[in-house]
């Protein structure tokens, strides 16, 4: 066989072995963006775990469901002050949420019931504020979470329920 006549062949391969080449590259970029992905939104949801976060959450936690302004301003300034560490956490929560660094079902599975609770008891208080600084975006990512969490009809029940068929 001529030389010539295979130098075709071993360009193909040539191509092909570049356009693989191409392939892997791509597809080992995109997992390494996944990866940074899932490592960000870890280092957010645990970074919420904090002291400060818990003794809030836990001080709001005792407002009785669907509190009135008056009722968080008249529990005091530390409430007041909980109020605002809750807020502004998921707050910022909502952004990284909307921005997709952090996916929702992630925050809905860690810390979905935390919000959900928190807001059922400060949403007048938000709604209140709002009105009272005049500054219509005031806790406007935390009730946007809330409100995109809400519309999850599987997380109505508790995790026990609803990933009642999980294998591992």
Do not use: C
């Not at 963006?33 to 809030?56: C, H, K």
């Not at 809750?86 to 910022?92: A, K, L, Q, S, W």
Request: no cysteine; hydrophobic share 45%.
């Amino acid at each position: 066989m001529n030389p010539s006549e295979i130098l075709p062949y071993f360009q193909l391969v040539g191509q092909v072995a570049l356009v693989l080449g191409a392939l892997v590259a791509v597809y080992q970029l995109v997992q390494l963006r996944q990866s940074q992905r899932q490592e960000a939104a870890l280092r957010v949801i645990t970074g919420l775990n904090t002291p400060e976060f818990r003794s809030a959450f836990n001080a709001i936690n005792e407002l009785p469901i669907g509190a009135r302004a008056e009722q968080v301003r008249d529990a005091g300034p530390a409430i007041e002050t909980a109020a605002g560490t809750v807020m502004m956490t998921f707050e910022t929560l909502g952004v990284l949420v909307h921005n997709r660094v952090v996916p929702i079902d992630l925050v809905d599975q860690v810390i979905g019931g935390f919000l959900r609770e928190s807001w059922r008891r400060l949403e007048g208080y938000v709604l209140w504020k709002r009105s009272a600084i005049g500054y219509a975006r005031w806790g406007e990512w935390y009730q946007w979470l809330f409100e995109h969490l809400a519309q999850n009809p599987r997380r109505a029940e508790g995790a026990y329920t609803a990933f009642k068929e999980w294998k591992p």
